[in-house]
């Protein structure tokens, strides 16, 4: 039979082996699970400022290709046809310089930061209303619900912008400014015309947003089990949803600047139409279904980079704001 003190001498052993390898694991979980959500002491202006840096990012990287989007989207409706991406660089630096593809960047500039702070801090806010933060699993029902209501929410601010924006970027644009161009369409079609596209851009929108943060969120557990800041991982998979979200939008994109430009049209048909059903009406009668895919290619180029750059900043803001808050 073993003495006393030899049976009472292995429990200490073997309580000293365990707390080296489990702690730190507990330890960094927690911190893991803090950085996704941000802490709870995180106040409203660090989800502002977190949510501004990565719409900025996101709107101003690939602005050109944005710009050859809106018109390669435009010429559904009549108009010079581009055959692809690089042809409609060509040539629009060819006929018009190289700064037409940066023309109205400053309305967008203007917009995305207090949108994409709204944007950002509705989502973090009703994510965590609904139980989007809840335990360490994946939550797609929540994740759609908080992004569909902080696109609503951000939209009613850039929709505007986004107006602005398009008429600029058309080609042979007479503004010489914003101001300009917010007068001139204030002045001949009134306060509506700046949200005429609204509900269509609610319908592009938030299904847009639902595939994007369900399919970031996915990616994002799939590809980093840890949960760990990894620029790398929100960059790729950021990019990845941006993709699948651009082209299964596509069709309403291409509604939504049919109606944001239809002002600049000498078309009666086209000025006159009034809604996403009398846009989609003509673009079908002149195009027939394909008219709906105009600018599918440089939507999703410039979508993937420019969402994998706002998912990145995104990350990279609340890392650094947890840590300074920590």
Same mark, same amino acid.
């Given at each position: 039979?073993? +003495?006393?003190?030899?049976?009472? #001498?292995?429990?200490?052993?073997?309580?000293? !082996?365990?707390?080296?390898? $489990?702690?730190?694991?507990?330890?960094?979980?927690?911190?893991? =699970?803090? /950085?996704?959500?941000?802490?709870?002491?995180?106040?409203?202006?660090s @989800?502002?400022?977190?949510?501004?840096? #990565?719409? $900025?990012?996101?709107?101003?990287?690939?602005?050109?290709?944005?710009?050859?989007?809106?018109?390669m989207?435009v010429?559904?409706?009549?108009?010079?046809s581009?055959?692809?991406?690089?042809?409609? $660089? &060509?040539?629009?630096?060819?006929?018009?310089?190289?700064?037409?593809?940066?023309?109205?960047? &400053?309305?967008v500039?203007?917009?995305?930061g207090?949108?994409?702070?709204?944007?950002?801090?509705?989502?973090?806010?009703? %994510?965590?209303?609904?139980?989007?933060?809840?335990?360490?699993?994946?939550?797609?029902?929540?994740?759609?619900?908080?992004?569909?209501?902080?696109?609503?929410?951000?939209?009613?601010?850039m929709?505007?912008?986004?107006?602005?924006?398009?008429?600029?970027?058309?080609?042979?644009? *007479?503004?010489?400014?914003?101001?300009?161009?917010?007068?001139?369409?204030?002045?001949?079609e009134? =306060?509506?015309?700046? /949200?005429?596209?609204?509900?269509?851009?609610?319908m592009?929108?938030?299904?847009?947003?639902?595939?994007?943060?369900?399919?970031?969120?996915?990616?994002?557990?799939?590809? @980093?089990?840890?949960? %760990?800041y990894?620029p790398?991982?929100?960059?790729?998979?950021?990019?990845?949803?941006?993709?699948?979200? #651009?082209a299964?939008?596509? +069709?309403?994109?291409?509604?939504?600047? =049919?109606?944001?430009?239809?002002?600049?049209?000498?078309?009666?048909?086209?000025?006159?139409?009034?809604?996403?059903?009398? !846009?989609?009406?003509i673009?079908? %009668?002149?195009?027939? !279904?394909?008219?709906?895919? *105009?600018?599918?290619?440089?939507r999703?180029?410039? @979508?993937?980079p420019?969402?994998?750059?706002c998912?990145?900043?995104?990350?990279?803001a609340? =890392?650094?704001?947890y840590?300074?808050? #920590?």
């Amino acid at each position: 039979m073993l +003495p006393p003190d030899h049976d009472s #001498a292995r429990p200490p052993a073997h309580d000293h !082996a365990l707390p080296n390898p $489990i702690v730190p694991v507990e330890e960094e979980d927690d911190d893991e =699970f803090d /950085y996704e959500a941000l802490p709870k002491n995180t106040t409203l202006a660090s @989800n502002l400022i977190a949510g501004a840096f #990565a719409g $900025i990012m996101e709107h101003t990287v690939m602005y050109p290709v944005d710009a050859i989007k809106t018109r390669m989207q435009v010429v559904a409706i009549g108009g010079t046809s581009y055959t692809g991406i690089s042809n409609a $660089i &060509t040539r629009i630096s060819a006929n018009e310089g190289a700064r037409a593809l940066w023309r109205g960047i &400053t309305s967008v500039a203007l917009g995305a930061g207090p949108a994409h702070a709204v944007y950002f801090s509705v989502y973090e806010y009703t %994510k965590q209303v609904f139980g989007g933060n809840e335990g360490v699993g994946y939550h797609p029902i929540a994740t759609s619900f908080a992004g569909a209501c902080a696109t609503t929410a951000s939209d009613a601010l850039m929709n505007p912008f986004d107006v602005i924006k398009q008429r600029m970027q058309l080609a042979g644009s *007479r503004f010489a400014n914003i101001g300009a161009c917010a007068s001139s369409i204030y002045r001949t079609e009134g =306060f509506s015309a700046f /949200y005429i596209s609204y509900p269509t851009t609610l319908m592009m929108n938030i299904p847009l947003t639902a595939i994007n943060f369900t399919s970031y969120e996915a990616l994002s557990k799939l590809m @980093n089990p840890q949960r %760990k800041y990894d620029p790398l991982t929100h960059c790729v998979a950021g990019g990845l949803a941006g993709a699948v979200a #651009a082209a299964a939008t596509t +069709p309403l994109d291409v509604i939504k600047t =049919f109606l944001q430009t239809k002002g600049t049209s000498t078309d009666a048909e086209i000025r006159h139409s009034r809604s996403l059903v009398d !846009a989609a009406r003509i673009i079908y %009668k002149r195009e027939g !279904a394909r008219g709906f895919m *105009r600018g599918l290619k440089p939507r999703i180029v410039a @979508n993937m980079p420019s969402t994998a750059i706002c998912w990145t900043s995104y990350e990279m803001a609340k =890392f650094y704001l947890y840590k300074s808050s #920590a």
